[in-house]
């Protein structure tokens, strides 16, 4: 286990109010996540958050067509590896939060597993059946509309529930809810872009009747121009602040033609949307194995900063962005976690 890890959940609990913060945990180094979102204070009980990871891919390679055309490998071992990891994980922290005293209960803490499987992409490095194999069946699975018939086809999980997608013409979002079994305070639905792979998944957790909060998730980025975009930022009802966008920095492109936005795109999307965090997500170097992978696939590693040289060299004086407002981007390491304060 990593004590980074361990020190980070242990030193929030020590100086956290009643109010608290969800906690990102890396899985793979790359683009899968545990995200532990809090439970509002007064529905409370034995648990202080509810538990739910995003696009798990933690062994095995991802196959489409067959190997020797498309084989892609994680650039690094993930730290965790298995279903049976995760519930330790949801342990760890929710053992912390007991012994901070943020939930009820006397005694020795009763066993605490995860309790929802995001699954919000389609492709294999995405949607590994290997590694959602390893978790119990009866773990429910929120799904994309793509994810949905291949995750029920393969017969293993009980409880399979479909995405939404945002009506550019509609910014209610509360009608987005996929039902049980997410509670009512807890929502995930999806903001399609003009190529599948250009989509954003909203995540938003209430607080209270007033304040909403999401994490923006988008592996490979989404046009700022994208009309589900523009409704999500200034015409949902009620309102949600951006805490946090998941978004890489890196550009990656397959026969000529661009798969990610990239860093630019990462910072038009931060520009657009004000989040306090943005967290790196899907910018490891896979390993691209296979003929049409080796001949037509490239990943180009970026940094902020020469995003942010780029950004400023294309805009008209006197509209460029703010150097002094640089994104406040986090990486978090492989097996690591990050509290969203």
Do not use: C
Request: glycine share 8%; aromatic share 10%.
């Amino acid at each position: 286990m990593s004590n980074s890890r361990k020190d980070v959940i242990r030193n929030y609990f020590s100086k956290a109010t009643g109010n608290l913060d969800p906690i990102l945990t890396s899985l793979n180094g790359d683009n899968s996540w545990m995200i532990s979102f809090p439970i509002p204070q007064g529905q409370r009980s034995t648990k202080a958050y509810y538990h739910i990871v995003s696009d798990t891919w933690l062994q095995g390679v991802a196959v489409t067509v067959s190997s020797w055309l498309v084989h892609i490998g994680l650039g690094s071992p993930a730290a965790i590896t298995t279903g049976g990891e995760v519930d330790a994980l949801v342990q760890e922290i929710e053992d912390a939060a007991k012994e901070a005293g943020f939930v009820k209960g006397d005694g020795e803490p009763s066993a605490k597993t995860l309790d929802a499987i995001f699954a919000n992409f389609h492709y294999p490095d995405h949607l590994s059946e290997p590694t959602l194999r390893t978790f119990s069946p009866d773990i429910p699975v929120i799904a994309s509309k793509e994810s949905e018939p291949i995750i029920r086809a393969w017969g293993y999980f009980n409880n399979i529930v479909t995405q939404k997608d945002l009506d550019a013409a509609d910014g209610n979002w509360h009608t987005l809810h996929p039902g049980s079994p997410l509670p009512n305070w807890l929502s995930v639905f999806r903001l399609v872009g003009h190529h599948e792979l250009n989509f954003a998944t909203a995540m938003v957790w209430s607080s209270n009747a007033d304040t909403h909060e999401a994490l923006l998730y988008s592996p490979h980025g989404i046009k700022i121009d994208q009309p589900t975009l523009q409704t999500f930022t200034h015409k949902t009802t009620p309102s949600i602040k951006v805490k946090a966008i998941l978004h890489a920095l890196k550009d990656s492109f397959g026969m000529g033609k661009r798969f990610t936005l990239g860093v630019e795109g990462g910072l038009a999307l931060e520009e657009e949307t004000r989040p306090k965090y943005w967290i790196k997500s899907h910018d490891s170097m896979l390993d691209y194995q296979g003929a049409f992978m080796r001949l037509f696939v490239r990943d180009y590693a970026r940094t902020l900063e020469s995003g942010i040289q780029e950004m400023l060299g294309k805009k008209p004086e006197g509209d460029k962005l703010k150097e002094e407002r640089k994104p406040n981007l986090i990486d978090v390491e492989n097996g690591g976690s990050f509290v969203l304060e």
